[in-house]
């Protein structure tokens, strides 16, 4: 099952049921959006309203978290190409919320950064409120499993001596989310796949069988000290292949389309364009 927030004809957020190339109407969004807990995921499975192609409505971020939470360095080949070592616990670092954008919004490249980079990953959505998470709690904390695009200003990120991560990675548009919500009981999540492609060229191809840190690992070492609450957002890393560490560099460019897709999700598309 696949829950999305959309609009139409420019109105309030609603959420729906993704059924093949339609949404159903499941009633008006809450200000969080789509929250994957028991509770949101049967509002989806008993959405009755009316049935809207894909192609009449806009698709946007699925939810409208507090916390947007991200790992770096998690799996193994990016570690690698990045010329850093295998990292002893999980890196984490926060996206601004404000960044999300939707499926088909336009990443806007502000004029300072000269070194826009993609990095396609996997994200999943906290259904329930956590605090010092065993494996287990970890585990049904998971509510759904969704496509993140990290855009990712490496000037801004490596121009200081610490590589600070928050402000390159949270430029305006930089964190393209969506396009749905997939129930995360319904996938293994140690085997979910992943590819990014940038105007048609696959330039990221993996799965979450490869991370460092698996998703279970992720959410019990983020809850010891931090409450996670229901709708948090955790990116749990990129595989390599990314702009940066390629020779040459393939950084984004005007023009650009990149498109994420995550099984059981589907596909992410963004266009990229530049700051005038």
Same mark, same amino acid.
């Given at each position: 099952m696949?829950?999305?927030?959309y /609009?139409?004809?420019g109105?309030?957020?609603?959420?729906?049921?993704?059924?093949?190339?339609?949404?159903?109407?499941?009633?008006?969004?809450?200000?969080?959006?789509f929250?994957?807990?028991?509770?949101?995921?049967e509002?989806?499975a008993a959405?009755?309203?009316?049935?809207?192609?894909?192609?009449?409505?806009?698709? &946007?971020?699925?939810?409208v978290?507090r916390?947007? &939470?991200?790992?770096?360095?998690?799996?193994?080949?990016?570690?690698?190409?990045?010329?850093?070592?295998?990292?002893?616990?999980?890196?984490?670092f926060?996206?601004l919320?404000?960044?999300?954008?939707?499926h088909?919004?336009?990443?806007v490249?502000?004029?300072?950064?000269t070194r826009?980079?993609?990095?396609?990953?996997?994200?999943?959505?906290?259904?329930?409120?956590i605090?010092?998470?065993?494996a287990?709690e970890?585990?049904?904390?998971?509510?759904?499993?969704t496509? &993140?695009?990290?855009?990712?200003g490496?000037?801004?990120q490596l121009e200081?001596?610490?590589?600070q991560?928050?402000l390159g990675k949270?430029?305006?548009?930089?964190?393209?989310?969506g396009?749905?919500?997939?129930?995360?009981?319904?996938?293994d &999540?140690?085997?979910i796949g992943?590819?990014?492609d940038?105007?048609?060229?696959?330039m990221?191809?993996s799965?979450?069988?490869?991370l460092i840190?698996s998703?279970?690992?992720l959410?019990?070492?983020? /809850?010891?000290?931090?409450?996670l609450?229901?709708?948090?957002?955790?990116?749990?890393?990129?595989?390599?292949?990314?702009? =940066?560490?390629?020779?040459?560099?393939?950084?984004l460019?005007?023009? =650009?389309?990149?498109?994420?897709?995550?099984?059981g999700?589907?596909?992410?598309?963004?266009?990229v364009?530049?700051?005038?």
């Amino acid at each position: 099952m696949r829950a999305v927030r959309y /609009s139409r004809n420019g109105g309030e957020p609603r959420l729906g049921r993704l059924d093949g190339e339609a949404v159903v109407d499941a009633g008006a969004a809450s200000p969080e959006g789509f929250v994957p807990s028991d509770e949101g995921w049967e509002q989806i499975a008993a959405a009755s309203g009316e049935a809207t192609p894909l192609a009449g409505v806009r698709l &946007l971020h699925p939810n409208v978290p507090r916390n947007l &939470l991200a790992i770096g360095l998690n799996y193994r080949d990016h570690a690698e190409e990045s010329e850093l070592d295998i990292p002893p616990v999980p890196v984490v670092f926060a996206k601004l919320p404000s960044a999300l954008i939707g499926h088909d919004a336009p990443i806007v490249v502000p004029r300072e950064e000269t070194r826009p980079d993609y990095e396609g990953e996997v994200a999943v959505i906290l259904g329930r409120t956590i605090y010092r998470a065993s494996a287990a709690e970890a585990r049904s904390a998971v509510g759904g499993i969704t496509c &993140l695009h990290d855009v990712s200003g490496r000037r801004a990120q490596l121009e200081t001596p610490l590589r600070q991560f928050t402000l390159g990675k949270s430029f305006d548009t930089f964190s393209p989310m969506g396009p749905c919500v997939a129930r995360a009981d319904e996938l293994d &999540l140690d085997a979910i796949g992943i590819r990014t492609d940038v105007s048609g060229e696959t330039m990221q191809s993996s799965s979450t069988a490869n991370l460092i840190f698996s998703i279970v690992d992720l959410v019990v070492y983020c /809850s010891a000290g931090v409450t996670l609450e229901a709708g948090t957002v955790i990116a749990t890393g990129t595989p390599g292949g990314v702009g =940066d560490s390629r020779v040459p560099p393939r950084y984004l460019r005007e023009g =650009d389309v990149v498109e994420i897709t995550v099984d059981g999700v589907g596909t992410l598309r963004n266009p990229v364009t530049f700051e005038r």
